[in-house]
């Protein structure tokens, strides 16, 4: 294994997931309340209960002081303590922060630390399998005035983030995508074309399942807007559901909210093909395009 690719495993909101579930299970081992613990380190039950869902850094000193209060002793509280510090390493995004904004840059870190993810697309290719230049026109029509360079480092950070999908244990990525993605020409017949011929392979991946809602469906599908719903290994994480709107992003972590998006998901997966269906699909839109 590369050191690129345990950078991709380890990644710092990972890294946080892992060590907010150890400082949960040891606090309720221990029968002590989110607001006792809160207490001990100056801060709140609400602090608490974000450092448990690993949705902010660590300071040591919190986690020495946790710790103590859960009387963990050596050598489990340096291997802790180790895993905070590397918990704070900046992330690979944190370099793309000039361009993307901090909502997003939060995103990607759901993303890597994921191990299920489900995607619903109406108007575009998901980001994750967007080839350079379909991602290119992409970004020239949802950024027209930003300069060439701008776009260009927005095309690194999505071909960096798509490495999560070939790694060694990467998640699995299930993407439902109306047909109107497929017919809608992003940069012209060539770029399609390869475009296209990238999902094809992508389709092969044992990670990787699509799935295409078809026009003859005749209703619109479930939303239209994408959304995304992350899982995590960890049980006693909540799914995380984000929808990206033009001035920000919404993430959605309790259960009523994430239940909608679980039915809207689940109604996308019924209207579509079936996936043993997906290749044949793809080779018409293909040949489609080539006419």
């Given at each position: 294994?590369t050191?690129?690719d ?27 309340s ?67 904004p ?55 950070l ?15 990525f ?6 109107a ?17 990238a ?10 399942r ?82």
């Amino acid at each position: 294994m590369t050191s690129a690719d345990q950078d991709y495993r380890s990644g710092p909101t990972a890294l946080r997931i892992q060590l907010g579930v150890q400082l949960r299970r040891l606090r309720q081992a221990r029968g002590i309340s989110r607001e006792a613990a809160g207490w001990e380190i100056r801060g709140s039950e609400s602090k608490i209960s974000r450092m448990e869902l690993g949705r902010v850094p660590f300071k040591e000193r919190d986690v020495a002081d946790l710790l103590t209060l859960y009387g963990v002793g050596e050598p489990q509280a340096t291997a802790l303590l180790e895993l905070a510090r590397r918990a704070n390493t900046p992330a690979w995004w944190r370099q793309f922060g000039e361009v993307v904004p901090q909502w997003y840059l939060s995103y990607l870190g759901l993303e890597e630390a994921a191990s299920l993810i489900r995607a619903y697309e109406a108007h575009f290719v998901p980001g994750l399998l967007q080839t350079p230049d379909y991602a290119r026109a992409v970004l020239r029509r949802e950024h027209p005035a930003a300069p060439a360079a701008e776009i260009e480092r927005r095309i690194e950070l999505r071909r960096n983030r798509q490495r999560v999908l070939t790694r060694p244990d990467p998640p699995h990525f299930w993407a439902v995508l109306d047909e109107a993605v497929l017919r809608r020409e992003i940069g012209g017949r060539n770029v399609m074309r390869a475009q296209v011929g990238a999902l094809l392979e992508a389709a092969q991946r044992p990670n990787v399942r699509l799935q295409i809602v078809p026009f003859h469906q005749g209703a619109a599908g479930p939303a239209d807007f994408p959304f995304a719903i992350m899982r995590f290994s960890e049980p006693e994480l909540p799914d995380v559901v984000y929808v990206e709107q033009l001035t920000g992003a919404i993430y959605l972590d309790k259960p009523g909210d994430v239940e909608r998006y679980l039915v809207a998901m689940e109604r996308a997966c019924l209207e579509a093909e079936p996936p043993e269906r997906t290749v044949a699909l793809l080779d018409d839109a293909l040949h489609q395009i080539a006419r």
